[in-house]
């Protein structure tokens, strides 16, 4: 019998086992708590809490048992679709077919991109298999400056590797449906070229040998549709994005081999890090208009859920490849960073609402997208959680009654309540607790792992700084996404803004403008619990601490200082730091010989780009080569591009609009012209803006070196000076 056969057998069995124990241990905690309410006095709100906390229990308990049978495939290395086993079996094969690794960029730093391409393209070039893989810089970027970067960073690799028809760059002029669209653009226009493709983010990375190893899968595995690699988070500086990169790493293995005990060949897609076969993915992937306005309804934000969904709709099978190493990517610096991205996703998941009630998708799918809503959907519940709470004990302490409680009904239960009560908190504690004991467990009986780790000492301090860091951060992230959905269901659409990845830290101003609300509701709602009893006070504690310090420890966590001392004693570290693999190694150091950056001066910052196409004759005919020649124009536009040429040169930069400039140089007559124009007329009948850059350029360079490890309250100090 076939590996792959095995796996459809087994699948009904291990469902049916994983909902089994997922009811079992649901109902456990939410009948006791139901029976605690039963045993209390009367109150209005009480069954509306037991059906909040039968919603929240629920989604914890998923993760729990998950956490737990993956914790058991793992000790019994009993899975059925184990893909490091399955690549065993077509060890003797080469590949054959043609690849495209797709890089999607909106504003991003092009040298940080282009890097991790060159590492990858030299990496492949080693292993002797870069005929078989096609790089794609495709950009989306509404930002001249970082418009005009780009195509020198790409013009800049090609000459340095010598990859003349193997590294391409596309700018779309409307990115339209974002990544999505940008993605449906390049199949469009070359998906035919390639029997698959790679989708990365700008911050991702993968090994030459992971590369190989997914496309000889799919190559020889034609039911299979996405193969999605799990990525490690890596390079993390900060404290806050070294806590969500050890909490990744050591958590990641176990929790993928309990997502793929279930989910088998019914897997989800992630949007990147995952090979995916392309015919296929163009049949079948187009993402459906969902009815009713924007933010709920219109074009599908969070693509990726459903364009796996679409591909089981078609019978196609999507694995997870989470036993296989060497797929990475980064995470957001500081705290506000990861709510603004987790604001999008927020968004996304919302919609998936209705394919979840009303899509034709199979049941797996319809799990993956209702966990996906549970993520965000759980906050809110929380909140009222503790909202209804609150005011139910508020009320019954004023009430001046004596509390008579009923006998329980169910027979497991305490004849104390407040020993029911104690029951209920452990129970829900421990759902919590277990899953992060686990990893000791497992890197007892894995020394190698264990040493990678820096050894058991260092991982069981990691864990409790991990734990008590995630504890007084939760509360505040649970604040993030009421406003989010609150937002959301009050029509405001989410904005598609340029991530940072970089942070020199958050300043007090910044994190009060983010979380100065959070302070104010956990002193107010403290000095209420306090005011109404000690016990609700104490019981809220946690919580209450973590909006109180949400300020300090935004500003904390985004310093890389602090990240720097954890790593220096060997805390919240992974085997990507102690171990590199080679790629992570050569990446650190050719970054390192890029320590030193050109920034622009500040008088010419904001409208680097467009100078150097206006003036620098290399960059106007490298620019020139990216646009199309049109054909004849309205006068009327003729006339209008004119004004705004003339208008740039004669007043300057400012007098332009940011539309106005994106319109000069995607026509390629009226760059050129520009460029003529610029150096033909006198110095002095052009704008001041222009005799300062025109100077520049003729005497000395535009920019000025600055190291780009300083940070950046380093940098503004410089362009202050």
């Given at each position: ?66 956490a ?36 999607p ?29 096609d ?9 001249v400056?970082n ?19 193997k ?6 002029r409307a990115?339209?449906?974002?990544k ?27 090994t030459?040998?992971t ?43 176990i ?8 989910q ?80 999008r ?35 809110p ?7 209804l ?69 260092k ?50 101003k ?19 619990a ?5 016990p609700?006070?104490?019981?809220m ?54 320590r ?5 001066i ?23 080569l ?47 012209t520009?460029?003529e ?22 005497h000395?360079?535009i ?19």
């Open positions: 019998m076939s590996h792959i056969q095995n796996w459809k057998i087994t699948s009904k069995f291990r469902w049916a086992a994983f909902l089994t124990v997922l009811v079992i241990v649901s109902l456990s905690g939410t009948l006791l708590f139901a029976d605690l309410l039963w045993r209390l006095p009367y109150n209005n709100g009480k069954w509306l809490l037991l059906v909040i906390f039968s919603l929240l229990f629920v989604h914890l308990s998923f993760g729990f048992v998950q737990c049978f993956g914790m058991l495939a793992l000790l019994k290395k009993d899975d059925s679709l184990l893909i490091t086993e399955l690549d065993e079996v077509f060890a003797d094969r080469q590949l054959s077919g043609r690849t495209a690794l797709l890089f960029i909106y504003n991003e730093d092009p040298a940080e991109v282009t890097a991790n391409i060159a590492i990858t393209y030299k990496a492949l070039q080693r292993k002797g298999i870069l005929d078989h893989y790089f794609f810089l495709l950009s989306d970027s509404n930002q400056n418009w005009i970067e780009e195509e020198t960073a790409w013009l800049k690799i090609v000459r340095d590797l010598d990859a003349r028809g590294i391409f760059y596309r700018k779309r990115n339209l449906n974002q999505s669209g940008n993605i449906a653009d390049f199949l469009r226009r070359w998906g035919k070229l390639y029997d698959f493709f790679v989708c990365y983010d700008a911050d991702s990375l993968m030459a040998d590369l190989f190893r997914i496309t000889r899968i799919m190559e020889n595995t034609p039911e299979l549709g996405i193969l999605q690699t799990m990525p490690r988070l890596y390079n993390g500086k900060t404290l806050f994005a070294r806590i969500q990169q050890f909490g990744n790493r050591i958590h990641g293995l929790g993928g081999a309990g997502l793929n005990y279930w088998q060949g019914e897997g989800n897609y992630w949007g990147h890090n995952a090979i995916i076969r392309t015919q296929d993915f163009i049949d079948n992937c187009s993402l459906p208009e969902l009815p009713g306005k924007r933010p709920l309804g219109g074009r599908v934000m969070s693509h990726d859920f459903v364009e796996a969904a679409l591909m089981r709709k078609a019978g196609l099978q999507v694995w997870l490849a989470y036993d296989l190493e060497g797929s990475y990517e980064e995470m957001p610096p500081s705290i506000p960073d990861f709510a603004i991205r987790d604001q996703w927020c968004q996304g998941n919302l919609q998936h609402l209705w394919l979840v009630l009303f899509g034709r998708i199979a049941l797996t799918n319809r799990l993956h997208m209702l966990n996906g809503v549970m993520a965000y959907l759980s906050g519940l929380w909140l009222l959680f503790l909202v709470a609150t005011l139910i004990f508020y009320s019954w302490e004023n009430s001046g009654l004596t509390m008579f409680p009923l006998p329980p009904l169910m027979p497991f239960a305490f004849e104390s309540t407040a020993q029911q009560g104690l029951a209920v908190f452990l129970l829900t504690f421990t759902l919590i607790l277990i899953p992060k004991l686990f990893p000791l467990m497992w890197l007892a009986r894995n020394p190698k792992q264990l040493s990678a780790f820096g050894g058991y000492g991982v069981v301090a990691s864990l409790v700084i991990e734990l008590v860091m995630f504890t007084l951060i939760a509360p505040s992230i649970m604040l993030f996404h009421c406003s989010f959905v609150v937002s959301i269901l009050l029509g405001r659409r989410v904005a598609w803004n340029k991530q940072r990845r970089s942070s020199g830290g958050i300043g007090w910044e994190a009060f403008s983010a979380q100065g609300g959070h302070l104010l509701i956990g002193i107010l709602w403290g000095i209420l306090w005011y109404m009893a000690p609700i006070f104490w019981w504690t946690p919580v209450l601490l973590g909006w109180v310090l949400a300020t300090p420890l935004t500003v904390l966590t985004s310093k890389a200082s602090l990240g720097r001392w954890f790593a220096q004693h060997g805390l919240l570290t992974t085997p990507e730091e102690n171990c590199p693999v080679e790629e992570i190694a050569e990446l650190r150091a050719y970054l390192d010989e890029q030193h950056k050109l920034y622009p500040p008088e010419l910052e904001a409208d680097y780009g467009l100078i150097h196409v206006a003036i620098d004759p290399f960059v106007n005919s490298l620019h020139q990216f646009l199309r020649e049109r054909g004849k124009q309205a006068a009327e536009r003729d006339e209008d591009l004119t004004e705004i040429r003339e208008r740039l040169l004669v007043e300057g930069a400012e007098a332009v609009s940011d539309e106005e400039k994106f319109r000069l140089l995607y026509d390629i007559s009226s760059v050129d520009l460029h124009e610029l150096w033909a007329r006198p110095l002095n009948s052009l704008a001041p803006w222009w005799q300062l850059a025109m100077k520049r350029y003729n000395e360079s920019f000025r070196i600055v190291n780009v490890h300083q940070d950046s309250r380093e940098r503004q100090a410089y362009k202050k000076h």
